[in-house]
């Protein structure tokens, strides 16, 4: 469950990266993710024409190294990389529960074990079973937002109705 940023976090975070020493594109992926205590892991579909974009407006530029491009802030980069924010990643972290988080994983966690060993172990019969209960599960837990907006829309609906009935209108 990671974190989703804006489109131009990931050029501003680019930029706020680049300002404390050049990198490489998947260097900056997993610095992103670690400032980001794990909230946030941007795709190489985003970095990377992000870094040719940053590139083309001259705000870095790149030098191959060992097969690698290594990405440095030009002058112009630079004053636009100090006007912009310092830590864009951590918005990606906030109002996260991260105890909940926890409890999720080792959930999950637990979940693929158990249907590994189903699969290692278990019979053709059982391995069905077993595929059956995790398409199961899935469809139960999209009911579960489901009920949650039908639970809404009532409560929103007893409020107009209630809204009418102070107007002297029937609910």
């Given at each position: 469950?990671?974190?989703?940023?804006?489109?131009?976090?990931?050029?501003?975070s680019i930029l706020a990266l680049l300002k404390?020493?050049?990198?490489?594109?998947?260097?900056?992926?997993?610095?992103?993710?670690e400032r980001s205590g794990g909230a946030w892991r941007p795709s190489p579909g985003s970095v990377y024409p992000t870094l040719q974009l940053l590139e083309d407006e001259g705000l870095i530029g790149s030098?191959?190294?060992?097969?690698?491009?290594?990405?440095?802030?030009?002058?112009a980069g630079r004053a636009?990389?100090?006007?912009?924010?310092?830590a864009p990643w951590e918005e990606a972290g906030r109002g996260i529960d991260w105890e909940a988080m926890q409890e999720v994983r080792q959930a999950g966690f637990g979940?693929?074990?158990?249907f590994a060993q189903v699969w290692r172990t278990g019979s053709a019969d059982q391995r069905r079973k077993a595929v059956s209960v995790i398409n199961e599960s899935?469809?139960?837990?999209?009911?579960?937002?489901a009920e949650?907006?039908?639970?809404?829309?009532?409560?929103?609906?007893r409020e107009e109705g209630k809204g009418d009935a102070e107007r002297g209108g029937e609910s």
């Open positions: 469950m990671r974190g989703r940023a804006r489109r131009g976090d990931v050029r501003a404390d020493r050049p990198m490489h594109g998947y260097e900056m992926i997993q610095e992103i993710t030098e191959s190294e060992g097969g690698k491009k290594l990405f440095a802030l030009t002058d636009e990389a100090e006007a912009g924010p310092a979940l693929m074990e158990a899935r469809k139960r837990l999209y009911l579960i937002l949650q907006e039908d639970g809404e829309q009532e409560e929103s609906e």
